[in-house]
């Protein structure tokens, strides 16, 4: 599945305060910053999207494993 990127403009002071906010973390830009905070709000976003062969591969865990028939 693609995802089309959008562009989205912000004051130079919200990146400034960004920026400053996120220094010595994990997060290594500030459009990393704002898409972890949008998935954190939007948590359905993170829904995994698998493919045929790897939801049988998960089935065929889960039979062995006894959760499902």
């Known amino acids: 599945m693609s995802t089309r ?3 989205i ?3 130079e002071d919200i990146i400034k305060k960004i920026q400053a906010d996120i220094e010595g973390t ?3 830009s500030v459009e990393n910053f704002i898409e972890t905070l949008v ?3 939007f948590p359905e976003l993170e829904q995994p ?3 045929a062969e790897e939801e049988e591969i998960i089935r065929e865990r889960l039979r062995k ?3 499902i028939d």
Do not use: A, F
Request: charged letters at 20%; hydrophobic letters at 35%; zero cysteines.
């Open 9 to 11: 403009k912000l004051s």
């Open 49 to 51: 999207v698998y493919s």
């Open 26 to 28: 994990s997060l290594k």
């Open 65 to 67: 494993l006894g959760y």
């Open 5 to 7: 990127l959008l562009q």
């Open 39 to 41: 998935r954190q709000r």
